[in-house]
C-alpha cells in the first residue's frame, strides 16, 4: 500500500471493491492500439503482458499509455509532460502494486444506430460490449493472464455460465513460462495470432477468420517470438473448450510473423487452418483456411497506414472448396496527441460459391480525453451482398472506453 | 500531493458513475433467436441451424436466400418479428408448400427430420452447440493439424536458445 494512513488504505481498498463490483454487475472487446507503431512500438511485449499484445498492461505501457496516448491539453504543439503522471497506475494510482502483478479492468459500452434500408426498422439500442476485470502474473519466468467479466448480450463464446444472456465471461486464461526476454511458451484460452490486432472485432478481417478480440479464442499451446527486428506467434489450437459438444471445436493452427523493415514499418504474414466435424451454422463438417498480408506503416508520425488482405478458403463436407477473400485499408491521423480521425475501407467476399463481395467504409473520431478513458464515434457505410443484389447500410456508434 | 489525490478519487468517482449509467439502458432486446422460433412453432423435437435459412449459415442482412428461406419470406416472415415468421410458418404448412417443387410440404420434411432444403438430414437434427463450461474433449481420429502444430511448437520451444533482448529505449512525444 502506497500510504501507511489507513484512511487513505481504506479509501483505496473501498474503491476497488467498489469497482470490482460493478465491473462485473455490468458488460465484449479487450483494447489493442497497433497504431502505436508511429512511435516505434511494433512489438507488443513492450507494453502488453501477451506477446501479440492486448490485454493487460506492463508498469511500461501503462506510463507510455499516459505519455503517448491520452490528451495533454498542451498549447501551440508544446510536448506533453516528460514523465508519466501517478494516475496512470491501477486505479488511478490509488493502489500500488508490485511489477509482477497486472490488475486491470475496461468497460466499453457502446450505443449503437443502424438503417438497413426500408422495409427493414431501423435499429438503436445499447451495447455493453466489454466489463472485464483483467490480471496478469509475471513473477521470475513465470507468465499468466485471465479476465472475467460479465455479458449481457452475445460473447457466448467465451462464456463460463449456460445461459442464453447475462453470462459470466473469460476471453482469456493462461499460463506460461518466458525463455529470456524474447520467447514466451503458454498454454491456456488465447486470442488467435492473426493479422492486425485491432478493437474492431466487427471488421470484415476479424469477423471472417474468426480471429477478434471478444469471443473467438480458443485453447491451446504457443510459442511466441519477439525481438525489435521481428515478432512471431504460433498456436496449436485444440478447441473452444466454451463451446460443446466436441464435435464443434476446431483443431488446427493460427500464426502470425511481423518484420519491421524500420521501427515505423512491419511487414507480416498470417496463416491459420482449422477443422471441425460440424460447424455452429450449417452442423456439417468442415475445413477453413485463411492466409494473408499484413502492413503497418507510419511515414509521418501523426499517421499510421494499416493494411491486411487475407485470402479465405472453406471446404465444406460433400462440397468443393470455395475461396473468397477479405480485406481492410486503414488510415489513422492523430490530428493532436490524444484525437484521432481514422479512415477504412473495407471489402469481403466469403468463401462460398456465387457469393458477391461486400464493402465498408468507416469514418472514426477517437478522442483519449482524460486518464483511462477515451470515447469515440463511428460513422459506417456499408454496401451488402444481399441475394444477388447490395443494400446500403448505415451506421453510428458512440463508444465509451475506461480502463482501470 | 493532495491536489492529486482530489483528482484520482475525482476520476475515480467518474469511472464508477459512468459505468453506473452506461449499465442502465444495458437491458435492450437481444437478437432473436430465430432457430428456436421455428423450433417453438412447428412443436420440433430440435432446434434447427442457421443454414435452414441462411446460405452457408451466415447470417445477416440479406442472407435469407436458401429455398427454404425464400418460402418464408415469401410468406411474410421478416427479420426482427417472430410473429411474422410464426405466421410465415402456419402459412406454409397450410398451402404445403414445397420449396424444391418435388410434392413433399417443407414443413412435413422438418417434423420429419428431413432438410427441405436437400441437405443432410443428420445435419439438420445434430445436437445443436451449447455454450459455457462443462463440455468433454474426445479424440478424432485422422485429426492431425492440431496435433502437429502441438509437436511443432513443443520442437520449436525445445531448440530456443535463450538470449537476452537489447535494452529497450524510452520513448518521449
Not at chain 1, 368 to 387: E, L, M, Q
Not at chain 2, 62 to 76: D, W, Y
Not at chain 2, 110 to 129: H, T, V, W
Request: proline share 6%.
Amino acid at each position: 500500500m502506497r500510504s501507511s494512513s489507513p484512511v487513505r488504505a481504506f479509501v483505496a481498498l473501498a474503491t476497488f471493491a467498489l469497482a470490482l463490483v460493478v465491473t462485473l454487475a455490468f458488460t465484449r472487446t479487450a483494447s489493442a492500439y497497433p497504431w502505436m507503431i508511429r512511435h516505434g512500438y511494433g512489438a507488443c511485449t513492450t507494453c502488453h503482458l501477451d506477446p501479440s499484445g492486448a490485454g493487460v498492461l506492463t508498469p511500461y505501457g501503462r506510463a507510455q499509455g499516459d505519455l503517448l496516448l491520452r490528451d495533454h491539453y498542451t498549447k501551440n504543439g508544446k510536448a506533453g509532460p516528460e514523465e508519466a503522471s501517478k494516475t496512470a497506475g491501477f486505479l488511478f494510482g490509488l493502489l500500488e502494486t508490485p511489477d509482477w502483478l497486472l490488475p486491470g479492468g475496461s468497460y466499453r459500452g457502446m450505443y449503437l444506430y443502424s438503417k438497413p434500408p426500408s422495409p427493414a426498422p431501423a435499429i438503436a439500442r445499447y451495447v455493453q460490449m466489454q466489463a472485464d476485470l483483467k490480471i496478469g502474473l509475471q513473477p521470475g519466468i513465470f507468465r499468466a493472464g485471465a479476465s472475467l467479466g460479465y455479458a449481457h448480450g452475445g460473447a457466448l463464446s467465451a462464456s463460463i455460465t449456460s445461459r442464453d444472456k447475462d453470462n459470466l465471461v473469460s476471453r482469456e486464461h493462461w499460463i506460461g513460462v518466458a525463455i529470456g526476454d524474447a520467447v514466451m511458451i503458454r498454454t491456456g484460452r488465447l486470442a488467435l495470432p492473426f493479422g492486425v490486432r485491432t478493437v474492431e472485432h466487427n471488421a470484415f478481417v476479424r469477423a471472417s477468420t474468426r480471429t477478434d478480440l471478444n469471443d473467438t479464442q480458443q485453447y491451446g499451446l504457443a510459442l511466441a517470438y519477439s525481438d525489435t527486428k521481428s515478432r512471431g506467434e504460433l498456436m496449436a489450437i485444440v478447441g473452444n473448450f466454451a463451446l460443446h459438444p466436441d464435435d464443434y471445436r476446431e483443431r488446427g493452427y493460427s500464426a502470425l510473423f511481423e518484420y519491421f523493415v524500420d521501427p515505423h514499418v512491419g511487414i507480416g504474414l498470417s496463416s491459420l487452418r482449422t477443422q471441425a466435424l460440424r460447424d455452429v451454422t450449417t452442423r456439417v463438417a468442415y475445413a477453413r483456411q485463411a492466409h494473408g498480408l499484413f502492413v503497418r506503416a507510419s511515414p509521418w508520425e501523426p499517421l499510421v497506414l494499416m493494411a491486411e488482405g487475407d485470402w479465405l478458403l472453406l471446404s465444406p463436407d460433400g462440397a468443393a472448396t470455395a475461396s473468397g477473400y477479405a480485406g481492410l485499408l486503414q488510415a489513422d491521423f492523430e490530428v493532436r496527441q490524444g484525437m484521432h480521425v481514422m479512415v477504412t475501407g473495407e471489402t469481403l467476399r466469403p468463401a462460398q460459391a456465387g457469393a458477391d463481395p461486400s464493402f465498408g467504409a468507416w469514418l472514426s473520431l477517437t478522442w483519449f480525453f482524460a486518464p483511462h478513458f477515451d470515447v469515440r464515434t463511428d460513422f459506417i457505410h456499408s454496401r451488402v451482398a444481399a441475394g444477388g443484389a447490395h443494400a446500403n447500410v448505415e451506421s453510428v456508434l458512440l463508444q465509451l472506453h475506461a480502463f482501470l | 500531493m493532495k491536489a492529486m489525490r482530489s483528482l484520482a478519487l475525482f476520476v475515480a468517482a467518474f469511472v464508477l458513475a459512468s459505468f453506473a449509467l452506461l449499465a442502465i439502458p444495458s437491458r435492450a432486446r437481444a437478437t432473436p433467436n430465430y432457430p428456436d422460433v421455428v423450433a417453438g412453432a412447428l412443436g420440433l423435437s430440435y432446434t434447427p441451424p442457421c443454414a435452414l435459412c441462411h446460405v452457408g449459415g451466415r447470417t445477416g442482412l440479406g442472407t435469407v436466400n436458401t429455398p427454404f428461406g425464400k418460402s418464408l419470406r415469401a410468406h411474410g416472415g421478416a427479420a426482427r418479428d417472430d410473429g411474422s415468421i410464426e405466421a410465415a410458418l402456419a402459412a406454409m404448412e397450410k398451402d404445403g408448400t414445397s420449396s424444391l417443387h418435388d410434392g413433399a410440404s417443407d414443413v412435413a420434411k422438418l417434423k420429419k427430420g428431413q432438410d427441405p432444403n436437400g441437405g443432410d438430414a443428420s445435419a439438420l437434427s445434430a445436437e445443436p452447440p451449447a455454450y459455457g463450461c462443462g463440455g468433454r474433449i474426445a479424440a478424432r481420429p485422422g485429426d492431425v493439424s492440431g496435433v502437429a502444430a502441438t509437436l511443432v511448437v513443443v520442437a520449436i520451444a525445445s531448440f530456443v536458445r535463450v538470449r537476452r533482448r537489447p535494452r529497450i529505449v524510452r520513448h518521449h512525444a
